[in-house]
């Protein structure tokens, strides 16, 4: 039979919610619930952060039960640490705060020596094509490499490594999955898990939990780097990775023009604010040259991330040309930094690979995540 939401509420309301009579349906405790073509299921758990340490129980019995349904596929189940709605407790007054840390706390990924975020102020501006090949750039170098596709909403990775088919469990009986692996990068991608026409409609919460388990439940193994391919913008997820992941430091991609550039300017401020080193700018999408005429034509403009770099007082980290063949290679799955190495994308994305390696090796490293005390 086809599996549908309902199927899938029916089978969670099987499971008793903690302390207390009801089920995790009627509690609430049941988010997000997204089913796949083939049967494959997603949805999200709620859990007071005071206790999500101990809710792995609760987790695998839900997970057993969406698993029970007659061809059900892969059941992926996140934790969410959100106050359930109606079961947070308050007083009549403005309550008074214990003494607590709060705040994120930067925690490694085993067997990663290091982490780098590429960003963007805005979309639409080639920061995952950018982040692909810049991860090729780092293989060329001899590295060993991974890619996470952190932007859950627009998943590019599929399409640009052109990979379609899942990621399988690393070990039977656990939740690690193994990463996807072409031309010698491991990559990581929600759009390997749900099919290309499926929307994301997920809030914020959920968002985290599907991000930290692709971060920290996949087998990476030895990685000398692993390329984050964060979201557009500088919202809550932006700000969370950033400060939640120790960032080695972070390359901006905008293109020539104001309002890209005004937006890049806004992504940089954030890694800043959260002590993250900027490794430099990228100006994509800096000039086109003329197949027929051979002539170069500057349609976005050109030289504005070079300028802001300057004023900003970061790195600028090289120029990636408009080419006919890098949309084409990038469509086709074959990233341009493999399929066509001599081209001058090619070469540009090495030569930025080499700049952040060598930045790197360096000795450039975040400082350990800031951390909020708050007091009565």
Known sequence: MAITKETVLQALSRVHAPDGPENIVTRGLVSEILVSANGDVIFALTADPARAAHMEPLRKAAEAAVKAIPGAGKVTVALTAERAGGHSHSHSHAPAAP???????????????????????????????????????????????????????????????????????????????KPLERHGLKAMSMGFMVDEDTPMVWRGPMVMGALTQMLREVAWGDLDILVVDMPPGTGDVQLTISQQTPLAGAVVVSTPQDLALADARKGLAMFRKVEVPIFGII?????????????????????????????????????????????????????????????????????????????????????????????D
């Open 99 to 177: 003494k607590r840390t709060a705040g994120p706390r930067a925690i490694g990924v085993p067997g990663v020596k290091h982490i780098i975020a590429v960003a963007s102020g805005k979309g639409g501006v080639g920061k995952s094509t950018v982040a692909v090949n810049l991860a090729l750039g780092l293989v060329k170098l001899g590295l060993k490499v991974g890619i996470l596709d952190a932007d859950i909403y627009g998943p590019s990775m599929p399409k640009l490594l052109g990979i379609n088919r899942r990621p399988e469990l690393a070990a039977p009986n656990t939740k690690t999955l």
């Open 283 to 375: 100006e994509n999408m800096s000039y086109f040259i003329c197949g027929k005429c051979d002539e170069r034509h500057e349609i976005f403009g050109h030289g504005g991330a070079k300028a802001e770099a300057k004023r900003l007082g970061v790195p600028f980290l090289g120029e990636i040309p408009l080419e006919a063949a890098l949309r084409k290679h990038s469509d086709e799955g074959e990233p341009i930094v493999v399929s066509a190495p001599d081209s001058t994308s090619a070469k540009a994305f090495c030569a930025i690979a080499a700049q952040v390696w060598g930045e790197i090796e360096a000795g450039a490293g975040a400082p350990a995540a800031p951390r909020i005390i708050i007091e």
